[in-house]
């Protein structure tokens, strides 16, 4: 069992920035990769983020240019720096951690972003 630990969502002004964390129990070198992904009300999850343990990274278009993800020196630990936020970006974010083999995956309890206009 891996828990994930998120931080970092709240409100903010169109315009403004925000930085989520989520921390993994899991080892790094169990990890293939982590993620973030959101789910706003009536819409199905997407993926926003991603970043593989070769440090390869993936963005989804709407997101290139204003979000970047990172990995911490230490801990398992990833970041969302998110720039330039639109109201549009408002859902629950989901950490994810994906370990090597199939169905080995975990989600994060997920942080609130709201954007206001």
């Known amino acids: 069992q891996v828990q994930l630990v998120e931080s970092g969502g709240g409100l903010v002004q169109a315009g403004e920035s925000l930085r989520l964390s989520c921390a993994a129990s899991a080892s790094i070198f169990s990890t293939n990769a982590m993620g973030w992904y959101r789910q706003a009300p009536g819409k199905q999850r997407d993926l926003v983020a991603l970043?593989?343990?070769?440090?390869?990274?993936n963005y989804a278009d709407s997101v290139k240019g204003r979000f970047t993800i990172s990995r911490g020196n230490a801990k398992n630990t990833i970041y969302l720096q998110m720039n330039s936020l639109k109201p549009e970006d408002t859902a629950v974010y989901y950490c994810?951690?994906?370990?090597w083999g199939q169905g080995n995956d975990y989600w994060g309890q997920g942080t609130q972003v709201t954007v206001s206009s």
């Open positions: 970043i593989r343990s070769t440090g390869r990274t």
């Open positions: 994810r951690w994906t370990g």
